[in-house]
């Protein structure tokens, strides 16, 4: 589904990709729509449970970042759903708002932050760094560094648009502390 899109998927391709008979796989999925909505229901489990681990903030965004980055598919497919003009699955925009809508009503958070909007342009982030990171990393260790140099700037936007930094020590923290950070290069005089 994430190299051709749903509507590039058949049940019998899926059948010769997992080695299995034709006919045993029609007995699970009768059609491509069946098939392509259980992959998706599988699919926004398993992304809701990532999105809602519990933790600390800055741990948090670092897993879901690594997480994305491990599976680019993830990005592909949700890009061919834009592009089809589909609507990402309602079971999968609706936690993930309200998670944005909590984080929006956390006593850490400007008053004036709009959660929709947030949604949308973490949304945007989670779509297109996974992409990127594959395509401009080098090998696997440079992929890794990219995407901790990339979380510490998202934390940093986060820190000083959405949160405010003094409830958020933890935040704070974890973008001082990053090892991986590229210094700014200096000015001229």
């Given at each position: ?36 909505a259980a992959v998706t229901a599988d699919l926004v489990r398993e992304v809701a ?43 999968a925009w609706g936690p993930y708002l309200e998670e944005m809508r909590a984080l ?86």
């Amino acid at each position: 589904m994430a190299e051709r899109g749903p509507e590039g998927l058949t049940v019998s391709a899926v059948a010769r990709a997992a080695e299995i008979n034709r006919t045993t796989a029609y007995q699970h999925f009768r059609t491509r729509d069946e098939l392509v909505a259980a992959v998706t229901a599988d699919l926004v489990r398993e992304v809701a449970t990532v999105i809602g681990r519990p933790g600390a903030l800055a741990d948090r965004i670092d897993h879901v970042a690594a997480y994305f980055v491990d599976h680019p598919e993830i990005a592909r497919l949700a890009l061919h759903l834009l592009l089809t003009e589909n609507p990402f699955p309602r079971e999968a925009w609706g936690p993930y708002l309200e998670e944005m809508r909590a984080l929006a009503a956390s006593g850490g958070a400007h008053p004036d932050v709009d959660p929709e909007m947030l949604a949308h342009v973490l949304m945007s982030v989670a779509l297109l760094w996974p992409l990127h990171a594959r395509i401009a990393g080098d090998d696997e260790a440079a992929t890794r560094a990219a995407t901790r140099r990339f979380t510490r700037e998202l934390k940093r936007l986060l820190l000083y648009g959405l949160f405010r930094p003094e409830a958020c020590p933890d935040l704070v923290a974890s973008v001082e502390r990053n090892p991986d950070a590229t210094p700014p290069p200096r000015r001229s005089s």
